[in-house]
């Protein structure tokens, strides 16, 4: 059986989610000498730039213009190389449209999430009939949790038969550290951490709201922001106007800088209004770093009681929590053990077995 992969996600992906799910699954089938090969022509992904290059037929560029018709061009090369390749299963990425095209593989689709059909008015060029149309094209469709497989259904009417699911890993980060943060950075003792993009259904302005109106947490501690879009106009003026502008940090870095933040922060703190999975939560609590998230369906299926739970979209008990766990070390700590055993449950190794069933099965 040889396995082939779009680049679709690595084109657009310097780092996120999607791609750090492929290159950890592909860098298990790569240890276990499966024949697998990315096919990406083109591409900026750093997890996929550390897994041995005669596993990649393609080559990295930093940076490069990410119109609409040069992601259509290298989309439709990485699909006809594939096509024209020994490889007999290519699962699909990201959406791709030019997948339709292979009449003569076994494709498999990963569906992350439906936030786009949940958020439309968030969201422009929603084309959901070639969504739909690639879903369906799909021998073999790969959900991410069972919500998003209830979603998927819900939503297209996909046939459940050809719906399998398969949670992914959270064993990526280093458990150890490398440098010295605080010295080089200007870390502060407390604060909160939030990771990722900011808008739309993150909520992080709910966050920042409910730490502006609690004056003894913006007393005692501040916030860190990892990842996702530098902040924009808007917010520094928003955050000028709170008079927190010093209290708000933001950082990026690699996952043993991630590591170093999820051990120091107070608190992690998830208040997005709907997610596929959720890896950030597990990341937290395999180090240790105690969570708190709004109480939506997705991360209870996959955190159970492991967090502390706040209602979706709520700011008054947002703050409210918030206060209760940040000026309690016992109730802040409760939960350490549990989501320590939670977490251990998601690997990896585990996810990339679960999928390579799923292609054994084609």
């Keep these: 059986m040889k396995i082939a992969y779009n680049g679709s996600i690595f084109f657009t992906q310097r780092y996120g989610g999607i791609s750090r799910y492929f290159s950890s699954i592909i860098n298990e089938y790569i240890n276990d000498k499966k024949i697998i090969k ?3 022509p ?4 750093n997890y996929l730039l550390k897994l041995p290059r005669k596993n990649i037929h393609g080559f990295y560029l930093s940076r490069y213009p990410t119109p609409l018709f040069f992601k259509s061009m290298v989309d439709y090369i990485s699909c006809h190389q594939i096509k024209n390749s020994e490889f007999d299963i290519v699962h699909d ?4 449209p030019s ?6 593989k076994k494709k498999v689709l990963t569906v992350y ?11 422009k060029d929603n084309n959901f009939e070639l969504k739909k149309k690639i879903i369906k094209e799909a021998d073999t469709v790969i959900c991410i949790s069972e919500n998003t497989k209830k979603d998927l259904i819900e939503h297209y009417g996909t046939n459940e038969k050809k719906i399998y699911v398969s949670y992914l890993g959270s064993d990526h980060i280093p458990k150890n550290l490398t440098s010295n943060y605080a010295e080089m950075l200007n870390i502060p003792k407390n604060f909160i951490f939030f990771i990722g993009s900011r808008y739309r259904y993150k909520n992080f302005n709910l966050l920042l709201n409910s730490y502006y109106k609690s ?8 916030i860190i922001c990892f990842g996702g879009e530098r902040f924009s106009k808007e917010e520094k003026e928003t955050f000028k106007e709170f008079g927190i502008e010093k209290k708000i940090l933001h950082f990026y870095g690699n996952d043993d800088f991630l590591y170093y933040l999820y051990t120091k922060a107070a608190l992690f703190v998830f208040p997005s209004q709907y997610e596929g999975f959720g890896i950030p939560l597990l990341e937290a609590m395999s180090v240790g770093c105690p969570v708190l998230a709004s109480d939506i369906n997705i991360f209870k299926e996959i955190c159970k ?14 703050t409210e929590r918030l206060e209760l766990l940040l000026f309690s070390d016992s109730i802040l700590s409760s939960k350490k053990d549990l989501a320590l055993s ?5 690997s990896w190794k585990k996810c990339a077995e679960e999928t390579y069933n799923v292609y054994k099965k084609l």
């Design 38 to 40: 990315v096919f990406s």
């Design 342 to 346: 939670i977490c251990s449950q998601y």
């Design 215 to 222: 004056k003894k947490i913006k007393k005692d501690f501040d």
């Design 42 to 45: 083109i591409f900026k992904n």
């Design 99 to 104: 997948m339709l095209t292979l009449k003569n």
């Design 93 to 96: 990425t990201y959406y791709s």
């Design 305 to 318: 009681n492991g967090v502390h739970y706040f209602k979706n979209n709520d700011q008054h008990d947002l």
């Design 113 to 123: 999430d439906l936030i786009h059909e949940k958020f439309k008015k968030l969201y």
